[in-house]
């Protein structure tokens, strides 16, 4: 059993700031990728950013500059530091992780239950 909490979204004007967290526990032996997904009403769900167990990292190419994923490896968190939102920002932003919970098992994927933000203009 994996569980993701998920927190900081809201509601912010254009050109403001939000840092979405998520902090994955339960039966966890190691986490691969952290990421963070994002589906706005009427459209598909589309990766924001992921980063690796490493520290490698790649974004959408919408926001790449402004927005910044982290993670730490001991507290197994992962989080989005969003600045310069833009209404086109707005949608439910999922957190999602990669796992295994036997050194030997397979990669799992799990998902949080999502968190809104939405930027006004």
């Known amino acids: 059993q994996v569980q993701l909490v998920e927190s900081g979204g809201g509601l912010v004007q254009a050109g403001g700031s939000l840092r979405l967290s998520c902090a994955a526990s339960?039966?966890?032996?190691?986490?691969?990728?952290m990421g963070w997904y994002r589906q706005a009403p009427g459209k598909q769900r589309e990766l924001v950013a992921v980063?690796?167990?490493?520290?490698?990292?790649n974004y959408l190419d919408s926001v790449k500059g402004r927005f910044t994923i982290s993670r730490d490896n001991a507290k197994n968190t992962v989080s989005l530091q969003m600045n310069s939102l833009q209404p086109e920002d707005t949608a439910v932003y999922y957190c999602?992780?990669?796992?295994?919970?036997?050194?030997?098992?397979?990669?799992?994927?799990?998902w949080g239950q999502g968190t809104q933000v939405t930027v006004s203009s």
């Open positions: 339960g039966s966890i032996f190691n986490l691969n990728n």
């Open positions: 980063i690796s167990s490493g520290g490698s990292t």
């Open positions: 999602y992780v990669e796992y295994r919970i036997r050194s030997w098992s397979t990669w799992g994927d799990y």
